[in-house]
């Protein structure tokens, strides 16, 4: 049987948005949570009457916003839901995402009891000056009290989120926060680097000259020094942005990696089924509206070409450790890789960008730093 | 009214933005031969980018009646293209008329174009009224400006209108003064037509259509027509006048200004300073002054999407139709793909050309560095006239190379002369000679190569007078100079589309200049990058592009691949712009800023 990925979107934050983040989320309407989570399981129940006996689930993803804003029980009755329109597989990964400054004990007690068995908190850096500059609510305290709690509680599978090329970071904070994790024996390590996107507050900073981010060149280093500190603690770089230890690769995310299946509830969800994208609508009161009268909140439905799917394999699998299986993209694209890229393919490897090894074509460790324009030379 | 003594054939010459368009105005508005409302309309019908530059490119003739002592007068206004580019075009104007309204601005006096123009009208013979324009302004020096005229060009100023065509000041006496002091046409009604082409245009249903002053004789439709210097002959569809727009009438007579059609496919056969008349019953001498226009400035033209091509050609043969001194051949570059190698009559033309691609046919062009024609006599004896530096012959086949001369006359304010007179050593200039006007004017001669001209010789004279010198100049010799091709290699290979001739002398600093300019320009590839100045073999500037170290490390949260995958897209269509040299991918807005004109 199938398997399918299920993403499920909190649309809240805590008080204010982050100054870099641009995904849908709202700080005004709390007291509509649990309209919206009431409009989640309905949406549930409508796919799983749908989809719910021909896929197995493999992974679950609550994400955001913060999820971990939502009042007690909310995650349970979510999670219900879910077990009562999808069956999941025995060994199934269901992750939390989790902001420090919300994370009670009695939430983790919780979600322990609800049966999610990852938690994810967003720490972006232990430097108290940094957070408050781009606009988080927590300190460091409260960060490294989260990750302990968490431990405590009895989750075993413990991801932290973090952060390089922020305003005002040097090596020194990069390596301050990589000790902690791995004192911490925190198993899993997503390490992203800031992004501006445009229409964030972040952005308008940087380009008016009231925050200055690091070069290129600083952002390598802190790189580098994430690679190297957590490697030699035995986390490995599985994919471009992600470290784990052995067997604590982070299921959900190797599903999109691999164009696996996956469906989204709530505001602003993508979903991929069929060879087909969706998304959900980004407006709040339309969400839960169409949801109300039974129909599915679509804006937009996309069927991808071979093509297109070709590329988005190329696109994602080299973010890999696996990176391409040569015999594999060839059987489903056609043609011959090795041949009708025969130009490019040697000039990367002559240059040590990729490596052709075991059937498979993947980027080498140092020169993740330039995926964009491998992938670009390879599609 | 037909009656000789009741015409008067006339153009304005002035210096760039010393008013001629407004008095223009002025005068069909006084004349009434438009209302002030059709007036803005035919305005803004005319070319966008004439207006904005304020230049006038487009000859654009206008009949006008005016009523002086009870008797109506033909007034024929004869516009002229007031940029040194257009010479040639300006000289046939003027040969078309008898007189000139010579507008000088009150605020800046005499000008180089001024002079040149008036120089060119006199050589015609033209009777010149001199007209003092923009009087209402505070910084007006009138009395100055009047002693100017006659100390420099020696035209008496005592009666000048005083005049501000902004403000319609004084608009009469221009008038009176041309029909009193500009003397009628003169000639032979009873000859066989003699009539001048001073401009023509391409019509879609009229074909090419000359635009002509009748010196002796008259055309009208059905008369069998011969042009004298490409020998061809053609039946007369239709003869007219400019009202301002074209109006049909019956016959074209003796001292007349108007249109000739005579279904003629094509503008080279209409051309500027040919004469018209009868085929079976010719005039016995041509009128004198015709030449035929070469191109003076070169450069290729290609496009940032190579799948345009036949755009470009199709645009490039629809702005011929009109334009007769735009010449163009294909041509292809190992960097910049197919494109056409381009020659203009200089570098205001080849500006206003690229711009109506971009502007009116909608095409992304990358222009390469204008360069000049140049004689290479080669060992084996034979000669070469070469514009394409990729097309410049291995050392050791040179004998010779001549280069083309421009006789140059800048005129400016005494304190900038010494910095003026170093630019022109710089440039490898050969003093002539110079002379003080007046307090307030020096005139400086000298021989420069066109190549140093095309290349940055504007830039350099604005930067240095503060925007007051003004330039004029003419070619016409070549002489023997020590020339080489200065080529660019990107990671060991050969960029075409960036050789240039430079002097010797200049090889060094060029090389060094658009290797550091590149250097700027060129994104971090993912290796280092080694960017050589060469002539010849022999490497003599160098820079390094370093290598990239990161590129976007993009976040693929909550399965929003799409967000992954419209960066993707983008620089996909980023890579579309991307011109491949060897191994490196430079983006075509790179070549644009290196091969601006203004580097």
């Given amino acids: 049987m199938k398997t399918l990925s299920l993403y499920i979107h909190i649309p809240f934050c805590n008080k204010k948005k982050c100054d870099y983040c641009n995904f849908v989320s709202f700080v005004d309407k709390q007291a509509l949570m649990q309209k919206y989570v009431d409009a989640l399981i309905e949406e549930i129940k409508m796919r799983g009457k749908k989809e719910g006996k021909n896929y197995k689930i493999s992974s679950i993803f609550f994400g955001g916003g913060t999820p971990s804003v939502l009042g007690v029980g909310m995650i349970t009755n979510i999670m219900i839901a879910l077990k009562q329109n999808f069956r999941f597989l025995r060994n199934v990964e269901i992750t939390v995402e989790c902001n420090p400054e919300t994370a009670t004990e009695e939430k983790l007690r919780e979600y322990k009891l609800a049966g999610i068995n990852r938690m994810s908190f967003g720490v972006q850096t232990l430097n108290d000056k940094i957070l408050k500059l781009i606009g988080r609510q927590h300190t460091a305290k409260q960060a490294k009290e989260a990750v302990e709690l968490a431990k405590d509680v009895g989750f075993q599978n413990i991801s932290v989120d973090m952060m390089l090329g922020l305003p005002g970071q040097k090596i020194g904070d990069v390596k301050k926060i990589v000790r902690f994790l791995v004192r911490q024996k925190v198993n899993h390590v997503s390490a992203y680097s800031l992004i501006l996107e445009p229409g964030t507050v972040m952005y308008d900073k940087v380009k008016v000259g009231a925050l200055k981010v690091p070069s290129e060149d600083e952002t390598v280093e802190m790189y580098n020094t994430v690679y190297d500190l957590l490697s030699r603690a035995g986390l490995k770089r599985y994919e471009v942005s992600n470290f784990s230890m052995l067997d604590y690769e982070c299921k959900h995310n190797q599903n999109y990696w691999k164009l696996g299946e996956y469906l989204a509830f709530g505001v602003g969800g993508h979903s991929y089924m069929n060879d087909t994208r969706f998304a959900n609508t980004e407006d709040f009161d339309k969400y839960i509206n169409s949801i109300e009268n039974d129909t599915f909140p679509i804006v937009s439905v996309e069927k991808l070409s071979l093509n297109m799917r070709r590329e988005e394999s190329i696109m994602l699998g080299l973010r890999t450790r696996e990176g391409i299986n040569i015999e594999d993209f060839d059987n489903e694209y056609g043609g011959h890789i090795l041949k009708d890229k025969k130009q490019e393919i040697e000039f990367l490897s002559s240059r040590g960008f990729i490596s052709l090894r075991n059937g498979h074509i993947k980027v080498s460790e140092n020169a993740y730093y330039v995926l964009n324009s491998i992938i670009m030379k390879l599609i | ?599």
């Avoid at chain 2, 008349?277 to 400035?297: I, Q, R, S």
Wanted: hydrophobic share 35%; glycine share 6%; net charge negative.
């Fill in chain 2, 1 to 599: 009214m037909n009656e000789l003594k009741n015409i008067r054939n006339f153009c304005i010459i002035a210096h760039i933005d010393h008013g001629k368009s407004t008095l223009a105005d002025r005068l069909i508005e006084k004349t009434g031969t438009l209302s002030s409302r059709e007036l803005t309309e035919q305005v803004l019908d005319s070319m966008d980018i004439e207006r904005e530059r304020g230049i006038t490119i487009k000859l654009t003739p206008t009949r006008m009646f005016y009523e002086y002592n009870g008797e109506e007068y033909t007034l024929n206004l004869i516009d002229t293209p007031g940029h040194v580019d257009f010479t040639y075009e300006v000289s046939r104007s003027l040969k078309a008329c008898e007189g000139a309204i010579l507008v000088v601005d009150a605020t800046q006096g005499v000008q180089a174009q001024t002079l040149a123009n008036v120089y060119l009208a006199l050589e015609n013979d033209l009777t010149i009224v001199p007209v003092i324009n923009k009087i209402d302004l505070p910084s007006a020096r009138v009395e100055e400006v009047k002693k100017e005229i006659e100390e420099i060009i020696g035209l008496d100023c005592s009666d000048a209108p005083l005049i501000s065509a902004k403000e319609g000041i004084n608009i009469d006496k221009v008038l009176e003064s041309i029909v009193t002091k500009i003397p009628s046409p003169k000639g032979d009604r009873n000859a066989p037509l003699k009539a001048l082409i001073f401009d023509s245009y391409y019509d879609n249903f009229k074909g090419a259509v000359s635009l002509v002053r009748v010196f002796d004789g008259e055309a009208k439709t059905g008369d069998k027509i011969k042009m004298m210097r490409t020998g061809k002959s053609y039946d007369i569809t239709e003869v007219g006048v400019f009202c301002p727009s074209p109006r049909e009438i019956s016959v074209l007579k003796t001292g007349m200004v108007g249109y000739i059609c005579a279904s003629i496919k094509n503008v080279s056969e209409t051309k500027v300073g040919d004469t018209i008349t009868f085929a079976d019953n010719p005039t016995e001498h041509a009128l004198e002054g015709y030449k035929d226009v070469k191109p003076m400035v070169y450069c290729g033209v290609f496009l940032v999407d190579g799948a345009r091509y036949n755009d470009l050609k199709d645009a490039l043969e629809k702005l011929k139709l009109n334009d007769d001194s735009l010449h163009f051949t294909p041509e292809v570059s190992t960097a910049l793909g197919y494109g056409f190698r381009c020659g203009f009559l200089g570098l205001l033309h080849l500006e206003i050309i690229s711009e109506r691609l971009e502007r009116e046919f909608n095409l992304d062009i990358i222009t390469t560095s204008p360069s000049v024609s140049y004689k290479v006599f080669k060992t084996d004896g034979t000669v070469q006239e070469i514009s394409n530096p990729s097309l410049w012959p291995a050392v050791t086949e040179i004998k010779e190379v001549q280069e083309p001369i421009a006789s140059v006359t800048i005129y400016t304010p005494p304190e900038y002369v010494g910095g003026i007179m170093e630019l022109c050593q710089n440039k490898r200039g050969e003093y002539l000679d110079m002379q003080y006007l007046d307090k307030s004017r020096v005139m400086l001669k000298y021989n420069i190569p066109l190549c140093e001209i095309v290349y940055d010789f504007f830039d350099g004279l604005k930067s240095r007078s503060r925007g007051y010198a003004s330039l004029d100049y003419d070619v016409n010799e070549f002489k023997k100079s020590d020339l080489v091709k200065l080529d660019i290699l990107l990671n060991g290979e050969k960029c075409d589309a960036l050789s240039v001739i430079v002097h010797k002398d200049f090889a060094y600093s060029r090389g060094k200049k658009l290797a550091e300019k590149l250097k700027e320009v060129i994104p971090r590839q993912l290796f280092e990058l080694p960017i050589q100045a060469c002539i010849g073999g022999k490497v003599i500037a160098r820079e390094t592009v370093k290598a990239m170290r990161k590129d976007v490390l993009a976040k693929c949260y909550g399965g929003d691949i799409s967000r992954k995958r419209k960066l993707l897209e983008k620089q996909k269509e980023g890579k579309k712009r991307m011109r491949q040299i060897g191994s490196v991918e430079i983006p075509s807005e790179a070549f644009m800023s290196i091969l601006k004109l203004d580097d």
